[in-house]
């Protein structure tokens, strides 16, 4: 099966592989770094908040406090990446 290019963004030839010609092709490994970020934030994100959950819940028997820990996790993601942008 051959996949051909979709418009003129150049990211996939028509093998279905990286293309680094075009307008948009040398951001192609960026793009995938960002994704990996994200990835990685939510991760982080079900850890803080199942370990945070289980832990509110044996010392002061209240577990929801788990996802207001959670919520606040990704939200200092959030905020941090609002801060630090790659694009100066």
Known sequence: MVICRAGTSGMLSARGTANTSG?????????????????????????VGFVSSSIFASWI????????????????FILWATYHPKNK
């Open 61 to 76: 028997n209240a577990p929801e406090l788990g996802v207001v820990v959670a919520i606040a996790t990704m939200g200092a």
């Open 23 to 47: 307008k948009d092709g040398g951001k192609f490994m960026e793009n995938i770094a960002v994704v990996g970020n994200i990835i990685i934030a939510v991760i982080v994100t079900i850890l």
